[in-house]
């Protein structure tokens, strides 16, 4: 069995900030991650690694730099990794990501089971893993929180919704986003990180994916973005600074004519 | 794509700082990287117009015509996000002179007439009794379907947890755009769709548009747009569903008791890392009980193990928009203020008077909660 894991190196946004005269984001010296969702995806693939003895390939689409992020993925235990990368491929809204990565992975050929995080805390669309799934025509699932059985041909989980608890029986190969929180993801072992210094991480550029042009890249984005800006702000509203009893008094009167 | 005319560029280098995607670097002539997304910031403030941004166009989006709604459903109940996306759906039916219509997937019998008296005045029936749990393959299906027949210019889906996974599915299916997570819709001039969200974590927000693919499908947060009734007389059409069922199956679906959902509540007390401590909670508690209210918190309260993960508002977490939002020791970071800057009314108490918070809140209280808050239950007794 081989599970698929897709992973993305997010920009740390926690500490983005934002420039005070010109409101644009500073991003110099702001250190790359894996996006943390995708950590989640991961610990799911090498638990079940640990319990079935699987292999896992990792697979990361973005700038060559991204390969950093594959090497940790390789160093906690996954076997095998690719980086799809090419100049081509910039540009690309999320159509045009799940077209690409949809190529990447029907590559791989053997898969079972594709693993992906939540959403990215960039892009923060959560889009992707649906449309790698449309491209594969295979069943997507979102928002598990426990992959209960998996055998050769199914798969059982439990997934959370806004308002009510699913378990469905689906047939493999599948996508699954994992839920955040559904584990704690480990850090490399020694013996993991020495075993993936020898491992290799193969490039596969749209040459090699044989991908359309026309469903590549910007070419390949039916969005669009306009314009980007701040937010607007509120204007202010009452401030007052008083002794507790005094703003208790103050606030329950206000309560109470508001809640009429 | 993006030219570049190297006679015409004078290297004033005004593009490299102009780029809010930091995209653009500076060698000889600017270069761009994979970060680009075409906003057209470089092409604007070029002295020279030595940048050009060429646009691929050309398919006919003519004959698309008409704003389709999807109708969420909780056991073939109608949720209320279906109801305030047809109210966005009528105000841009204004606009573009297109009727509006919905789609809704439940079991046979079920009465949908309540969509006609918020605005649509077509309504796609598709009635199955497996439809009364959600099943994603057979919704993506049956809907994509209607789409393909209908041929709607715009489709609009509830960013809740089911039209997440649902949206990109059919968008993929359908090859078109979809722009998630939208907090505003809008017309412009040439009739297209403009789908403002939150990019970055709230820090910007960013416009996107498709010009070029139908339909133009967006998912709208919950609660950013007020419901409104505006009642039609509905042409009600039954369709046919042929999908076969083999490769999902739901074996059990459990519905959650509704006390625990926030985003429909009136009133909300939140509490964040000032609360300080777990115990925090129960004063929230007391003081929710004492005005009918329901405790929410800010992501540092639910990551510190004080409350669950339903309870968090904000841009991972829920967005809520109650006649009064009461921020107990929040500082207001942009992804809460993102979850709950629609409220009527916004009450913040914090001891720190530069906390961010106070900038959006209506009224703002300087003080500690373990102070004012005790004094303010017992008022509030007092005088019920």
Redesign the interface.
Known sequence: MNIVVCIKQVPD??K?K?DQKT???I??GVLSTINPFDMYALEEALVIKEKYGVKITVLSM??PQAKHCLEFALSMGCDEAYLVSD?K???A???AT?YTIGCAIKKIKNFDLVLCGLKT???????????I???LK??????VDRIKKINQDRV?VRRE???????????LP?VISVLK?QNIPRMPSMKTMIESRNKKIKILTSEKLETDPDRIG??G???????????G??A???????C??E??????G???K??K | ?IQINKTKCNKCRRCEKAC???AVSFSDYPE???S??????CEKICPTKAISIK??SGKDTSESSGILVFAET?QDMILDISFELLTKANELSEKLDEKVMAVVLVSENTDVSILAEYGASKIYVFADTDFK??N??AYAKVISDLVKEINPSIFLIGA???G??????I???L???????CTCLDINENGLL?QTR????????????????RPQMATVRQKVIKKKKNPKNPEIIFKQSNYEN???????????SKTT?ITDAE?IVAGGRGMGKKQGFDLLEKLADT??ARVGASRAAVESGWVD?PMQVG?SGKTVRP??YIACGISGA?QHI?GM?NSD???A?NID?NAPI???????????VY???P??IS??KS?V
């Open positions: 946004t926690t983005v934002t409101g644009r984001l991003r110099k973005g700038p100049r491929f910039a540009g809204d999320t159509l799940s805390i960039d892009g923060d669309t959560g889009q992707v893993g649906a449309g799934a449309e491209f295979i069943p997507v699932i979102y928002y059982i919704l806004d308002d009510r608890t699913q378990t469905i029986s689906s047939k599948c929180g910007l070419e984005s039916p969005t669009n973005v306009l314009r980007v800006f701040e937010p702000k509120k202010h509203g009452k401030i007052i600074r008083k507790p009893e703003l208790a008094e103050k606030l329950c206000c309560l109470k508001r809640s | 794509m809010p995607f930091d761009f990287n994979e680009c997304v075409l906003c057209g910031a646009r691929t909780k749990k959600y994603s393959e809740t947890h089911i997440r996974e649902l949206a990109p599915r968008s993929s299916r090859k078109t755009g979809l722009t998630a997570d403009m939150p990019a970055f974590g709230g820090n910007i927000m960013a416009t996107i548009y498709t010009p070029n693919s083999k490769d999902i199956k739901i074996i059990k679906e459990t519905i959650f959902d009133v005005l009918g993960y841009l006649k009064i942009v993102s800057e009314y916004i009450i108490i008077e106070f900038k959006i809140a209506d009224l703002g209280i300087v003080g500690d102070e004012v808050l004094r303010l008022k509030l005088k």
